[in-house]
C-alpha cells in the first residue's frame, strides 16, 4: 500500500531534492536532513489520561505484507523490510493477544461527535489486564490460570496445589472440589451453602458464607479473583469451542483495563509516554496522525520482553462509529526500528535466523541470516572492501547517507556487530561497557537509520481505562 504524496507530505519526506514539505526540516547532528521532523501539536484540549473519549483497545496487531508498508523515502514504493519476518513473528503475537500479555488501550481527546475533525489526539497506554493478587505465580484471566485470585484465601489455591479432600475447595483449578488423588469426584452430597450443588454434583467451592455464587453455570463476575462458573479459572468463561465468553479486554464495550505504570512519564500519573497530538479525521472518516514514536512490549517468553520502538511512526485507519462506540478498521502504523533500539533486544533464541540469547536482534541482522533475509542492502565498496558481509538499513533517517553496521570478524563463530559506520564515514568501535550502536553526536544518537516495518491493527471499544493498581 503505496501512501499518496499527501500521506508522503505528513511523514515529513524532506530527502526530495528541493521539496519543502512540512515548512522546513531540521538538520541532525550530522549536518543532514532529519526524515521525520516533528509536526507541532494542533490545538486542542491536553492530554491527561483519564479525561479523555473514546477508550478502544487493540485487537489485532500483524506484520503486515510488503505492500502494506508506508513511502517512507519518497521512492514511491512501500517499505516494509519486516514483511520478511511476518510468518515468524505471527505465531508469538497471537499467543500474546491470547494469554493477555500485550493490551493496548488508546484513549482519545478533543475527539468530536462524529464528521470530519481538523485536530484529534490521542495516547496509547500498555494495559496491565491480566491479575496476580495473591502473589502465588499464578495468573487469572488467562487459559489454565489461576482459579482463586484473591488475598483472602488464593494463594494456596492454584494449578498444580494438592487437593484437599475436605475442605469444600477446588485446590488445585481442574474445577472440582474435594477430588481424589486419582482425580475421581468427591461423594460428598451435601449443599452446604445452599446454592443447588455439591462437591459430588460439580460444585467447586461449597464453603458456607463464601460459595454459594461459585457454581456450575454461575456467571462470572470478571475483575473478582474468583472461579464463578467453576470452569478451573478465575475471570474467564469459555463455550464449548474454546471461545473465550468473558472477562476478555476485547470483548467491545464490556472490559475495564487498568493501566501499567510504564505508561506514563516517570513520576507522574496522568502523563502518557506515547502521544499522537496532530491527527486528522477526514469527511470519509481516515484517520492520519504522525511521525510520533510509538513502542509495544511483546512478552515472547517467561522473563523476556521484545520491546519494539518505532520511530516516525505514523498511523493511519478507517473511523468506524462514533462516540463510546467508535473504533478504528484497516488501522496501519508504519515507521523505523533503529540500530539503537535493535542493539537492546536480547535474549531471545530464533533458531532459524541464528539469534541466540547472548546476541541482539542487531546482531541477528547485520551479522547473521537475518539480514539476507530481509534483503538489506549490502554496503557500499569501500566499506565492505575493508570489513567484509556489512550490510546498511533500509530507511536514511538522518540525510547523511546510509550507515553500516559490521562484523569485523565474519569467519569466526561469534556473530556481533562491533562496529558501526556513520553515513558521513565516522567509524566507531564496541568499547567495554558501551556498544557501538548506542553513540551519540552533539546529544543525538548518531546511528538513528533504520529498518523499515508496518503493522496492521484493528481496535474495540472498551468500557474504561483505569490507572494502574497499587
Known amino acids: 500500500m503505496v501512501k499518496s504524496p499527501a500521506m508522503r507530505k505528513i511523514t515529513g519526506l524532506c530527502l526530495l531534492a528541493g521539496a519543502t514539505l512540512l515548512g522546513g526540516c531540521d538538520d541532525d547532528a550530522s549536518g543532514g536532513k532529519e526524515l521525520f521532523p516533528p509536526k507541532p501539536e494542533c490545538s486542542g484540549a491536553d492530554i491527561v489520561a483519564f479525561q479523555g473519549m473514546p477508550t478502544q483497545v487493540i ?114 483449578c481442574d474445577g472440582k472440589a474435594d477430588e481424589n488423588a486419582q482425580n475421581v469426584a468427591s461423594t460428598n452430597t451435601t449443599d452446604a451453602d445452599g446454592d443447588g450443588f455439591s462437591p459430588a454434583t460439580g460444585d467447586c467451592d461449597d464453603r458456607v458464607g463464601k460459595g454459594a455464587a461459585l457454581k456450575p453455570g454461575g456467571v462470572e463476575i470478571c475483575g473478582d479473583g474468583l472461579d464463578n462458573d467453576c470452569d478451573g479459572v478465575a475471570d474467564r468463561s469459555v463455550d464449548g469451542s474454546g471461545n473465550v465468553t468473558a472477562c476478555s479486554p476485547y470483548d467491545p464495550g464490556k472490559a475495564d483495563i487498568y493501566l501499567d505504570k510504564l505508561s506514563f512519564v516517570q513520576g507522574t500519573t496522568n502523563q502518557p509516554i506515547i502521544t499522537f497530538r496532530d491527527g ?96 538489506l542492502p549490502k554496503a557500499a565498496k569501500k566499506v565492505t572492501d575493508k570489513y ?3 550490510r546498511t538499513p533500509d530507511i536514511d533517517v538522518d540525510g547523511d547517507g546510509l550507515e553500516a553496521f559490521c562484523d569485523t570478524d565474519p569467519n ?36 538513528p537509520d533504520g529498518i523499515s516495518v508496518e503493522l496492521n491493527f484493528e481496535t474495540v471499544s472498551v468500557k474504561s481505562i483505569k490507572p494502574p493498581r497499587t
Open 59 to 172: 485487537s489485532k496487531l500483524e506484520i503486515g505484507a510488503a505492500s502494506d508498508g508506508f513511502d517512507l523515502d519518497g521512492d514511491g514504493d512501500p517499505d516494509n523490510k519486516l514483511a520478511a519476518v511476518a510468518s515468524l513473528a505471527k505465531s508469538a503475537i497471537d499467543d500474546s493477544f491470547k494469554n493477555y500479555s500485550i493490551v493496548i488501550p488508546i484513549e482519545f481527546f478533543d475527539l468530536m461527535s462524529g464528521g470530519a475533525d481538523e485536530c484529534v489526539k490521542f495516547a496509547i497506554y500498555l494495559g496491565a489486564y491480566v491479575t496476580d493478587a495473591d502473589a502465588d505465580g499464578k495468573k487469572a484471566f488467562i487459559d489454565k490460570g489461576d482459579c482463586n485470585d484473591t488475598l483472602a484465601d488464593g494463594a494456596a489455591i492454584k494449578p498444580g496445589a494438592t487437593e484437599d479432600e475436605t475442605n469444600l475447595v477446588d485446590d488445585d
Open 388 to 390: 567484509t558481509g556489512c
Open 280 to 375: 486528522t479525521i477526514s469527511a470519509s472518516g481516515e484517520l492520519l496522525a504522525g511521525p510520533s514514536l510509538f513502542s509495544v512490549a511483546i512478552p515472547v517468553t517467561d522473563g523476556i520482553t521484545l520491546d519494539l520502538k518505532i520511530s516516525g511512526a505514523t498511523i493511519t485507519g478507517q473511523v468506524s462509529g462514533s462516540g463510546p462506540t467508535m473504533t478504528i478498521k484497516n488501522g496501519h502504523l508504519g515507521g523505523v526500528i533503529d540500530a539503537k533500539t535493535a542493539d537492546t533486544i536480547r535474549g531471545l533464541t530464533v533458531e532459524q535466523i541464528g539469534l541466540l540469547p547472548e546476541n541482539s536482534l542487531l546482531d541477528a541482522t547485520f551479522a547473521n541470516l537475518l539480514g539476507p533475509l530481509l534483503a
Open 412 to 447: 569466526d563463530e561469534i556473530k556481533v556487530v562491533d562496529v558501526c559506520i556513520d553515513g558521513d564515514g565516522t567509524e566507531v568501535k564496541d568499547m567495554p561497557g558501551m556498544e557501538c550502536s548506542s553513540a551519540q553526536k552533539n546529544g543525538k544518537n548518531r546511528f
